[in-house]
Structures are given as structure tokens and as C-alpha cells.
């Protein structure tokens, strides 16, 4: 919508007469003030459709049939069908971060009141890039927090609606919609965020955030056992809250599953955290939770059944998933906990300050009423396990291929490694136990084994601190710091624990700046090397050459967009009030960032992924994410690769394909790493930054492939980008392949390459 | 499964691949093909059959009938310890991504594939690359070799449960391709 009104509307909300930067060109954009830059973006890196499924059943016209050329009842086709999908899979995940947030704020505006300042320490003070950049507002309370939001949701609406029968129909306009619903995503989970950081005091301003307690082997089952689940701390914090008035935080053990656990442990450190969402299942028919409080995302919809099965009681927390449960928020505590312990019943409590009261007195309760197993030793289990007598029933039913059958039969033997990588990949159905004709309890052999290991996880600290960026803001931007690594999200696939903790320690150790949040966060921790260090023991938590961070939760991940921000803000000097695409320029072109969604399963993945995207920050994906349906792929020699040389204000063919992609699905990890050290070159790398970046890529390349990367011609600006170590070989291949030098820019971007508002000119400060 | 009156109203799509049980068939498709290729992915070098890894019986494939080689994910390196130089190296979407252009200049400098065999791709992933092709690329028909059955396919062998039966299968195409 576009007009005088709301042009002034838009101005009282961001208070255009705060002057603490120019307004840019798109202050709250709506809908399509972005398309263009969307379109020149997808111009180069075109979606790329994998249908997962050839019908549309949306409408009563349907099923349609849209295999090849077919078109649906509606007229559409199958590319802008799975636009359309790939639309609706981002309102999904927005909308998720969406409620939590507006939720979130409001809660804590009930505790603290509208004006209740931002303050994230005195090491940040670009608080909210992403608002800043998107809104061009600089919020100072909880009130402009829900603004915020409160935009984002209004878009939200328009692009929901663009999906009903008969209103977009073209693909690269649905992609161009799910970008903006995707980048406000990324506001959204700023609020949240930033909100729960001032209104629960989360650590800010800190590197060296506490190392906490992971795995169920630290979690002490004598004492009663709160599990918190999900992704909202208001009941878990106040949970700890509880406790605390009652001097009782040493008496009950509270655990996490999920960014819940990662959000409990930023504000205790007390908590534990039994690990990612992959353990969910497994945890709760382990029968170790008393009490169990649900909030809301990737919790299992069958949790009430798998709880009631081991007698422990679940309080759901989240108008989001009620379950089914009768609500109680009113009912005298007394008389719910009664029912809890009495009769095993399980209730929705939508006051959290109550659910916290209820899951403290009732978990204190039923403990000593609910018979905990000891856990099996070692000594226990070896013996259990001799009752094998090799017939493989457990190997066949798995679900997940797992060679249960042999890691039995060494476990017998005494060797309980491969029984331990057994539960690594397990999802806890329990199919081999059933299977069992010997008896053998494998369930609860692989819940011994999973009892004898703890690890360390270091807790979220939040956004990436303004005095960091400063100290690297130069170095990633020369290339001089090759990359900065973020492995997001879930870790749900099985090798993954292995996989994303190898990827990370190969960065790591390669001086990239590696950043995790939600479930990855937690998984990398769950591995030990020979000295038995997890990685966040053996590698400094700063943002700096080396450093593995960790950022937080799921809505955490806005501080990575945020970072990069802050990068072209900070050190480049550039403005971020509404100024989006300027930013994203900057970003795509200079700021070799890489995502990486190894283990993604959500429709929030899908739209944390799809708005680093459109900040120009290209996303690996493991295997299965090819069922998201959509990527964004160049082709490195059909592509046009021009971009305006900012300083002579020419177009120039840079015949450089960087960075090659924007979202990819790789096949392996080897191939995964690769691709990372890939995607971290920009065009705008100096020569020593190139050199740097290439030494990565061809040392990479060989040591899973073999060779030099067959590509590598592409990516030789001049000879001086050549890194020294491999100078011989290199110089040979590029005559071999006929090279020549290419030009070197030092200001590439895309403004003025298509048609916008921005004048090349604000790309420079 | 009995199809249903109106087709739409069966699993994800009504375009399946045709499953072929016989290798003698398989290799005159093959010879017809003017530009094949061979996509080669990492499940190739985990996968055995009866002792020898399925990426060994792939390049007995490629070597009978002169077929040009894809190497995905990390593949590569094992294909020149076998003494095979792949044509080209790729992840699956980029190759798919090329392929889904008729005017693509081939991974020969020839001309886009008109044939292209698929072996060693995970499953999921498999299927999610052949539907690509079975949607974007009319110009080209698709095989699969591994051992289970690839809806989105042309052509697509079984679900073996035998490991034998897949051996034979494959051990006949090779002799039939030479
Ligand atoms: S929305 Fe269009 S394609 Fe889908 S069922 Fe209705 S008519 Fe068919
Ligand atoms: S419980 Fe048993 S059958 Fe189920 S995933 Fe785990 S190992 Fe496989
Ligand atoms: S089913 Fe039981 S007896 Fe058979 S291999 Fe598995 S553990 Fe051993």
C-alpha cells in the first residue's frame, strides 16, 4: 500500500523526527517495496523445484494434477505451486516466531510495563539490527519491541492471503514473498529475543558465558525431575523463580529438550540440558520426568500418551498446543495437584506464574510415589546383553537402519562403543526391544548407556557484541578471516551429532568464526575428542578467528543476520534505517558469511533460511532438505555474473561466480565442507583474503576429493590470489584450463545493476 | 493397489516409474541412448553387494557401454583410486540443475544428456532430484540402479529384498552393455 497516510503513519511509528540516521529508501516495507531486489537476486540464483508432490489439494476444484505442463483447475503450474508451498512453509515458521515473540512481550510487559527499556550491556549498542535495518526504528522499549512485531504480523497477512485459489500465480513472486515474509522472521525473532534477553536478564555484553551440565547422566534422579520442553521460557523461568523463593533450586532438579533447555540454562545455570529435539521421545518414555511442561514448537503431539505410559503428568503452557487438556489456570493450586498425583491427570495452565507453582508442588509429590529405576551399570548391561543370541529380529524393525543386533553382541563382549553410536541415531521407539525374542531389554540397555555420558554445553549469549565487530568487521570483509560459519537450527537426521560437531571442529581449527544456535548448539557439545573435551572446552567462546559461539535459541538466530549487519553498519559505516537493500548488497558481496541447516526439519527453518537469503547470506542444507522443495542455485557458467564497480560506476563482468549459491543441498559432510569454504568467497576479497579463502577451498578439496576443485579457474581473480602453498600445481591447471585474469573490484555491488530508488552513490560511506 | 475412478486421488502423483525386473530390456534403453550419463552418489561406496561395493558394479556400467561419469558429493576420490576419471563433479542439484536445460552443453562439451542413470543417491534425496527431472526436463529420460524402487524415475528397478537378485540384475546389464 502505498499514499500520503501511510506514509505519515509509518513515520509517527518509526519517529522519523529521531534523528539518529537518515531514513532510507524502504522504512516497513510492505509486500513488494523489496520485489525488485528479490527479482535481481533471483535472476542470478533461480529457484530450482524438487515437487514432492505432483497434486494440488487446496481447493475443491482439485485434486489437481500438475505433473510437466499440466496445469491445475486454477491455472496454475507446478513451479508456482511450489512457490506457493515454499510461501506457506515460511508463514509457518514466521508465524511461529511470531506468536512466541508477541507472547513473550506481552507477558513480560505485564511484568515490567510497556516502558521498560532495552539494555543489552554495555558492549551493544546497535540493540536491534534487524528491526533498525528493516523498520528504521530504533526501538528503546518493550512497546516498540511489539510494534515491531505488530508490523511483521499485518505483512503477515497479505502474504498468507496471496496463497488462497486464483491470486499469485507466478513462482518468482511467491519466492519474492516468501523472502519478505522470511526477513521478518528474522524481526521477529529479534524481539523475541532481545525481549527475553532485558526482560528475564539473559547474559549480554559476555564472551565467556558459564559451561553448563548436558546429558541425562547429569541429571540427578533422586531428586524430583521437572522436564521443560519447547521454545518459550516464561513457565521455565518462572519455574526457577519458584524454586528460588522457596529455597529449593538444590532440592529439584529442571531439565531441557529443545531451545526451552537452551533459554533455562541462559537463566540458570542450574538447569540442565538433556539435549536436542531428537531426544525428545527417548527422554520422556525413560520415565525420568516427573512433571513435564510443555510450551510451544517440535513438541511431539503424542507426548500426553507417551508420559501417561510411564506415569509422569504433563502441564501444557502455550494457547499454541493445548492438547486437548481441560485448562485449570483457575482452579486452586491444591486441588490440580491432586488430580495430578492422585489420578495422573494432565492439564493446560495458561498463567504461567501458576503452571510454575503446579509443576514445582506436584513434581515434589509424585517423586517419591513413582518408583525410578536405578540406571544399569556397565557390568549390568554386559550381562543383560550376553542373553543375545545373534537372530538380527531388533536390526530388521529398525526404523532407522541401525545395526542394533552386532552393537548387542559387542556389548556382550564388552565393548560398549557401538551400542553408544546405536543411541546416538536412536529415535527411542522402542521397535527392537519388542522385537526381541531372547528378552533382551534393549530399551533400557540403551538408556544405561546414555546415562554414563554427560557433556558441556556453553550457554547462549545472545547478539554478537559491537566491540567484536569492530575488531573483525576488517578482517572478514578483506578475507582475511575466511568465514564466518553459523550452524543453525535442529540436528534431528541420524549422524548428525557426529557430523555437525566435525564440520564445526574443521572450522574451528581452520580459524573461520563459527557460531551455533538451537538444537545444533547443543549437539556439537555432545562429543568428545581423545582428550575427552567437547568442542566448547577445547575452542574460546568470542566472536574471533577460532571461536565457536554460542548464540542461543531458535529466535537467537536473528543475531547472526544481526551480526552481518552490524558488520556493514559498524565498520563500514553504512547506515541501516531502512535501508535494506543497501544492506543486503553489502552483505552478499563483502561478508563471507555461510549458513548451514545441516539437520532441518521445521517450517521454521524454512524462513530462518529463506531470510538469510534475502540479506544475501547463502545456506548449506543437508540430504533431506531437498524435501523443502526449493532452492536458489546459479550456474557458475551460464550465469551472468555483473555486477557495477561502485567506484567507477561501471558494469563489469566479473565472470566470478561468488558466492555460487544461495541455498544448496549437499550429500555428504565431506561435500557440505567443501561447499562452505566455497560459498565464503566474495568478490570483494582482497588478495591476501582471496588467498586465504582458496588455500581453505583447495585444501578441502583434496583431502576429500582427491584434486584440485575442477572449478577452481573461476575463482583465480589475478595470480596474486593464488595461495602460495599450492602455487605450482595451480599455475599448471589454470594454463590447462586456458585462464585469464579477470578484473579485481574493490566496491562490487548490485545497485544499479536492476531497476531501484537507491542510487549507487549509497553504497559508499 | 487397485487405481482409484479419477487418478489424482492416488499418493503423491499419478506419473510413476516403470519397474524393470529384466536386464535385457535395460541395456537396449541404454544403447538407444545417444548421450548418456552416469550419476554416480556417496551411498555407492557404503553399499556392498555380497562383498564387493556397489560403486565397482557402476563403473563395470560406465566402462561396458562408454558412458561418461557424474561424481557427486565425495565420490570422486574413490573413482580415481579405481582408476576412473570422472567427467565431471557436481552435487546432485547442480547436476540436475544443469540437466534441466535442453540447451546445456553437456558434461562432454556434446550437448544436454538425452539418458541419465542414477546409482549411489540416498534415497529422500533421490527422489527429490528425479522429480525435478521428471517435471523441468522433458528432453531426457531417467534411470536408477540402486536397489530400491524411484517413483520419479523413467525407469526404476525394484525393491530387492535379495541382494542377489540385484546382483544379477546388474551383473546382466553389464554383459548385455558390452
Ligand atoms: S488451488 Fe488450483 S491447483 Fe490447487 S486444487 Fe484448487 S484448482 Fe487445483
Ligand atoms: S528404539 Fe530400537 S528400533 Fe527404535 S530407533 Fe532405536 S534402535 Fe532402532
Ligand atoms: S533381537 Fe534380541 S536376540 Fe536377536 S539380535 Fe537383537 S538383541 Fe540379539
Not at chain 1, 599 to 614: D, E, F, L, P, W
Not at chain 1, 655 to 660: A, G, I, Q, Y
Not at chain 1, 728 to 754: D, M, N
Request: hydrophobic residues 40%; glycine residues 8%.
Amino acid at each position: 500500500m502505498k499514499g500520503k497516510r501511510k506514509k505519515e503513519e509509518k513515520e509517527k511509528i518509526i519517529r522519523a523526527e529521531d534523528e539518529w540516521e537518515p531514513i532510507g529508501h524502504t522504512p516497513m516495507p510492505h509486500v513488494t517495496d523489496l520485489r525488485n531486489w528479490d527479482r535481481r537476486l533471483l535472476e542470478t540464483y533461480k529457484p530450482f523445484y524438487a515437487p514432492f508432490c505432483d497434486l494440488c489439494c487446496l481447493c475443491t476444484y482439485g485434486k489437481c494434477d500438475l505433473t510437466g505442463t499440466n496445469r491445475g483447475a486454477c491455472g496454475i503450474d507446478i513451479s508456482a505451486q511450489q512457490g506457493r508451498i515454499v510461501t506457506l512453509a515460511c508463514c509457518m515458521g514466521m508465524s511461529a516466531h511470531a506468536g512466541h515473540a508477541a507472547h513473550i512481550i506481552d507477558y513480560l510487559i505485564e511484568k515490567h510495563g510497556e516502558d521498560y527499556p532495552i539494555d543489552l550491556g554495555d558492549q551493544v549498542n546497535v540493540e536491534c539490527p534487524n528491526i533498525r535495518t528493516v523498520l528504521g526504528l530504533k526501538p528503546k522499549t518493550l512497546r516498540d519491541l511489539k510494534t515491531a512485531v505488530q508490523y511483521a504480523a499485518e505483512q503477515l497477512v497479505h502474504v498468507v492471503s496471496s496463497t488462497h485459489t486464483g491470486q499469485e500465480g507466478d513462482a518468482v513472486d511467491y519466492e519474492s514473498k516468501a523472502l519478505h515474509i522470511s526477513m521478518l522472521d528474522h524481526v521477529c525473532m529479534e524481539a523475541a529475543d532481545v525481549a527475553q534477553i532485558i526482560g528475564f536478564k539473559f547474559p549480554t555484553s559476555v564472551a565467556d558465558t558459564p559451561l553448563v551440565d548436558m546429558g541425562w547422566g547429569s541429571i540427578d534422579r533422586k531428586k524430583p525431575v521437572i522436564l521443560v520442553v519447547g521454545h518459550n521460557p516464561a513457565s521455565s523461568s518462572e519455574i526457577i523463580d519458584y524454586l528460588r523463593n522457596k529455597g529449593l533450586e538444590d532440592k529439584v532438579e529442571v531439565a531441557g529438550i529443545c531451545c526451552t533447555a537452551l533459554e533455562t540454562t541462559r537463566y540458570s545455570n542450574k538447569a540442565k540440558v538433556v539435549g536436542p529435539l531428537s531426544r525428545q521421545l527417548f527422554f520422556v518414555r525413560a520415565g525420568i520426568a516427573d512433571v513435564i511442561v510443555a510450551d510451544e514448537q517440535c513438541i511431539r503431539t503424542d507426548l500426553t500418551d507417551e508420559a501417561s505410559k510411564v506415569g509422569s503428568v504433563v502441564i501444557a503452557s502455550s494457547d499454541k498446543a493445548c492438547r486437548g487438556l481441560e485448562e485449570v489456570s483457575d482452579k486452586p493450586t491444591d486441588e490440580v495437584v491432586k488430580a495430578m498425583v492422585d489420578k495422573g491427570e494432565h492439564c493446560l495452565i495458561l498463567d504461567h506464574e501458576k503452571a510454575a507453582e503446579v509443576a514445582v508442588e506436584a513434581a515434589l509429590k509424585i517423586a517419591p510415589k513413582r518408583k525410578k529405576e536405578e540406571p544399569i551399570d556397565e557390568k549390568k548391561a554386559i550381562e543383560l546383553a550376553k542373553a543375545c543370541a545373534a537372530c538380527g529380529s531388533c536390526t530388521q524393525v529398525c526404523p532407522n537402519l541401525l545395526p542394533v543386533g552386532p552393537a548387542i553382541q559387542k556389548l556382550a563382549e564388552g565393548d560398549a562403543e557401538p551400542f553408544k553410536q546405536v543411541f546416538e541415531n536412536c529415535i527411542g521407539c522402542g521397535k527392537c526391544e519388542e522385537a526381541c525374542p531372547h528378552g533382551v531389554p534393549i530399551f533400557k540397555l540403551m538408556q544405561a548407556v546414555a546415562s554414563w555420558d554427560t557433556w558441556k554445553c556453553r550457554v547462549g549469549r545472545g547478539p554478537v557484541m559491537d566491540t567484536e565487530i569492530r575488531k573483525v568487521g576488517a578482517p572478514i570483509v578483506l578475507g582475511t578471516i575466511p568465514g564466518v560459519i553459523a550452524l543453525v537450527g535442529c540436528s534431528n537426521f541420524p549422524n548428525e551429532i557426529d557430523e555437525i560437531a566435525e564440520m564445526v571442529d574443521e572450522f574451528a581449527r581452520r580459524k573461520y568464526i563459527v557460531v551455533l544456535t538451537g538444537c545444533s548448539a547443543m549437539t556439537v557439545g555432545m562429543r568428545k575428542d581423545k582428550e575427552g573435551k567437547t568442542i566448547y572446552e577445547k575452542y574460546p567462546g568470542d566472536f574471533d578467528a577460532g571461536g565457536v559461539v554460542n548464540i542461543g535459541s531458535c529466535v537467537s538466530n536473528a543475531h547472526i543476520t544481526g551480526a552481518a549487519m552490524k558488520i556493514a553498519n559498524i565498520f563500514a559505516n553504512l547506515p541501516l534505517r531502512a535501508n535494506y537493500e543497501v544492506i543486503a548488497d553489502y552483505v552478499l558481496n563483502r561478508v563471507g558469511a555461510v549458513g548451514v541447516a545441516w539437520g532441518a526439519m521445521s517450517q521454521k527453518a524454512a524462513s530462518i533460511a529463506t531470510g538469510c537469503n534475502r540479506l544475501g547470506i547463502p545456506v548449506v542444507l543437508g540430504p533431506h532438505s531437498a524435501k523443502y522443495r526449493r532452492l536458489y542455485l546459479s550456474r557458475k557458467e551460464e550465469g551472468d555474473w555483473t555486477v557495477m564497480d561502485g567506484r567507477k560506476k561501471e558494469l563489469v563482468d566479473t565472470e566470478e561466480p561468488s558466492p555460487e549459491h544461495l541455498a544448496i543441498v549437499t550429500e555428504s559432510k565431506e561435500r557440505a565442507m567443501v561447499m562452505i569454504a566455497k560459498l565464503c568467497i566474495r568478490k570483494n576479497d582482497t588478495q591476501p583474503g582471496r588467498q586465504i579463502k582458496l588455500n581453505h577451498y583447495i585444501d578441502l578439496y583434496k583431502k576429500f576429493f582427491g584434486t584440485l576443485p575442477d572449478d577452481l579457474h573461476h575463482f583465480v581473480r589475478t595470480e596474486r590470489d593464488i595461495p602460495m602453498f599450492f602455487k605450482k600445481e595451480v599455475k599448471q591447471f589454470l594454463q590447462e584450463k586456458g585462464w585469464k585474469p579477470k578484473p579485481v573490484l574493490s566496491l562490487p555491488t548490485l545497485i544499479g545493476t536492476y531497476e531501484t530508488e537507491v542510487p549507487v552513490e549509497a553504497t559508499i560511506r | 493397489m487397485p487405481h482409484p475412478q479419477h487418478l489424482v486421488n492416488i499418493l503423491t502423483g499419478i506419473k510413476g516409474a516403470m519397474e524393470m525386473k529384466d536386464a535385457t530390456p535395460l541395456a537396449k534403453i541404454i544403447k538407444k541412448a545417444e548421450r548418456p550419463l552416469l550419476v554416480i552418489g556417496p551411498r555407492a561406496l557404503e553399499v556392498e553387494i555380497e562383498g564387493r561395493p556397489f560403486i565397482e558394479y557402476l563403473v563395470d556400467i560406465a566402462k561396458a557401454a562408454n558412458i561418461p561419469i557424474c561424481a557427486t558429493a565425495h565420490t570422486k576420490k574413490k573413482l580415481l583410486e579405481l582408476g576412473m576419471t570422472p567427467e565431471s563433479t557436481y552435487d546432485v542439484v547442480e547436476i540436475v540443475n544443469a540437466l534441466k536445460d535442453a540447451e546445456w552443453k553437456g558434461v562432454k562439451g556434446e550437448g544436454c544428456h538425452d539418458f541419465v542413470l542414477f546409482g549411489g543417491i540416498r534415497t529422500d534425496l533421490g527422489n527429490q532430484a528425479l522429480s525435478t527431472l521428471k517435471h523441468f526436463a522433458p528432453h531426457l529420460k531417467t534411470m536408477t540402479l540402486c536397489k530400491y524402487y524411484y517413483p520419479n524415475a523413467n525407469f526404476s528397478l525394484p525393491n530387492y529384498k535379495k541382494e542377489e537378485e540385484w546382483k544379477a540384475l546388474l551383473e546382466g546389464l553389464v554383459a548385455g552393455l558390452k
